[in-house]
């Protein structure tokens, strides 16, 4: 790869940032073994009682099968040429082929359906854990990286659960079977075929680690590949207004080559273990054709006994290859586990009281005591600041980016808490009440509204699931979104498609108004709401809200000051600091900083 290529990527890699999706070098511990074999105990009454039946019978019939062919059927059967004896042993035989074909197909079955079961559960439990993480936890982490945990790393469990547990235990009890059965044919012959294990142990224990270590590497390269996929494929439109395509393939190929890389070198060390134990068969083989003939030739052993001990001992490497199989899968689930575990272990920073009361039927009067907040704990957001907003009030919230405006709505709605200080709807401290009853009264609408996948009626009545047909043509008609809905394909019922690509993004806000509409809440929060609509449609949404709003206690986010004029207070804020409030007429005649900024607006309204 030239220089100016790699230039090319640790810029672009600087685009793409993934600081927190790290390799967890962890030793192997059984009890996090133990934890992820937990989701399998719902199902210990009925699917795994009946797997274990099955894996019983079958290893029952093979275990048996060599010794009827060997020492019944050649060294008694055949030698005396009994022919009632060899009838009976051939029915029989074919009888336990039929039976273990069975066992096998349902013990397949029942199989399958605990794997796909237990990763229907796991894959649950991750998706309603990360629903309630805070809001720094999204922060700290792309989607693409969230993703991967819900999906790659679950995938990667479930061979692991679908046959590795259950022909672990096949395998084990099919081993103990084999070597019991092999010392009870010819001691000597097994001590002889089997002294290559420890040192075939040996070697296999010694690639362990670096196995272990190279599978956490993919699942590593999975996560970035999946970030820039997910970040590269939501920012389409900006790559090709800036004509960066060819750089974005450059880095994606690079991601996608540190992606194969990782896989190859995996698979390399993977494919080590199979050839290992094809070798100490092979050795195995030549000491059993060697000193095995040397027995029969000394009478030490029958013919039956010979041909029954070939067939265990090539039995006896087939679950010993297998066993390194069900190993690597273990370490491929150890290594997607622990990247599991790490977000299931995740905790909230905010998290209600054991009893934390129900917030009901609100007036909405918010107040800040001495409230301090950081997010990264080196700057201040906020500096002690102390505020009221009194009940049915609309508050106005202005100042450049980084006063601390978006702040003050995140601790409003309790995703986050603030670092000193309280934060108090009605009297009671927001860390004293549960988040639903608090979050259920409020509403938000943000400059990059969210569109979900599905109708428009859908979308409004997202934060009131319940709420009737004619209760969401109400909302959109007072918000003003009526009249283009109906000139939609399908009116309320249009799909809106992914992030609603079929409508502007003026249309987007207005469904968003009616969806906090709907949702009846005593305190809306607007940030920012009104910059992404024209002017005539902000002088409608505006009308409406003046309606709308009066009752409830309403936050206005604004840099377009023309939006706040009529607030009943207003918050001049700056670095995390108050530094004015009152209503548009007296923070116009103080002629303090308010009285700046709204000039110079207007200076820039009559240049344009």
Do not use: C
Not at 179 to 207: E, G, H, N
């Amino acid at each position: 790869m030239s220089k100016s290529k790699n230039k090319l990527q640790n810029r672009l890699s600087n685009r793409f940032h993934y600081s927190t999706d790290q390799a967890i070098d962890k030793p192997f511990n059984w009890a996090q073994l133990w934890r992820l074999m937990a989701y399998i105990k719902p199902y210990t009454k009925n699917l795994v009682p009946l797997s274990i039946v099955m894996v019983l019978i079958t290893t029952a019939i093979r275990l048996a099968i060599p010794i009827m062919i060997g020492v019944y059927t050649l060294d008694k059967a055949i030698v005396n040429k009994d022919v009632n004896l060899l009838t009976i042993l051939v029915g029989v035989i074919a009888a336990l082929y039929i039976l273990n074909y069975i066992a096998n197909v349902l013990r397949i079955r029942w199989m399958n359906m605990l794997g796909q079961s237990v990763i229907y559960d796991l894959r649950k439990h991750l998706f309603s854990h990360v629903q309630w993480l805070s809001h720094r936890f999204f922060d700290q982490r792309s989607a693409g990286s969230i993703l991967v945990r819900i999906m790659n790393d679950i995938n990667s469990l479930q061979e692991l659960f679908t046959n590795g547990v259950i022909n672990l235990l096949m395998d084990i009890i099919l081993l103990i079977g084999i070597v019991a059965i092999l010392f009870t044919l010819s001691p000597q012959l097994t001590l002889a075929v089997l002294v290559i294990l420890p040192i075939m142990f040996l070697i296999s224990t010694r690639l362990r680690k670096n196995i272990r270590r190279s599978w956490q590497d993919v699942r590593l390269k999975q996560s970035k590949l999946n970030s820039h996929l997910n970040e590269s494929i939501q920012g389409i439109r900006v790559t090709q207004s800036f004509t960066q395509e060819k750089e974005n393939m450059t880095f994606f190929d690079g991601v996608n080559t540190g992606n194969l890389e990782s896989w190859q070198t995996a698979t390399r060390k993977n494919a080590m273990f199979r050839p290992l134990v094809e070798l100490t068969n092979a050795v195995g083989t030549a000491v059993l054709l060697w000193y095995g003939t040397h027995l029969i030739s000394t009478g030490s052993l029958q013919l039956g006994e010979f041909v029954s001990f070939a067939f265990y001992l090539g039995m006896f490497w087939e679950p010993i290859s297998r066993l390194g199989m069900v190993y690597n899968q273990l370490l491929m689930g150890m290594a997607s586990s622990e990247r599991i575990f790490e977000f299931l272990d995740e905790k909230p920073i905010v998290s209600e009281k054991g009893n934390a009361i129900d917030l009901t039927n609100i007036q909405g009067e918010i107040k800040f005591d001495s409230v301090e907040f950081s997010y990264d704990e080196k700057r201040k957001a906020l500096n002690g600041i102390s505020l009221k907003m009194n009940k049915g009030d609309t508050v106005a919230l202005v100042g450049h980016t980084g006063s601390g405006k978006t702040t003050i709505a995140n601790l409003i709605t309790r995703f986050y808490d603030p670092t000193a200080g309280s934060v108090s709807v009605d009297g009671y401290d927001l860390k004293d009440v549960t988040l639903d009853s608090l979050r259920k009264q409020i509403s938000i609408v943000l400059q990059d509204t969210f569109i979900f996948s599905g109708t428009i009626k859908d979308n409004i009545r997202f934060g009131r699931p319940e709420a009737t047909d004619e209760e969401v043509i109400e909302a959109a008609k007072a918000i003003g979104a009526h009249e283009f809905i109906e000139k939609m394909s399908n009116g309320y019922d249009t799909e809106v498609e992914e992030r609603g690509n079929v409508l502007s993004v003026g249309q987007r806000q207005l469904l968003s108004f009616a969806r906090a509409l709907l949702a009846d809440p005593r305190i809306i929060i607007l940030d920012e709401a009104t910059a992404s609509i024209d002017t005539e449609t902000e002088v409608k949404i505006q009308t409406a809200l003046n309606e709308l709003l009066k009752g409830r206690t309403a936050i206005i986010i604004a840099h377009r000051l023309s939006t706040i004029r009529e607030a009943d207070q207003i918050f001049v804020l700056d670095h995390g600091n108050i530094l004015e409030q009152g209503n548009h007429d007296e923070l116009m005649k103080h002629k303090g900083q308010y009285y700046d900024l709204v000039k110079t607006q207007f200076k820039m309204l009559e240049a344009m």
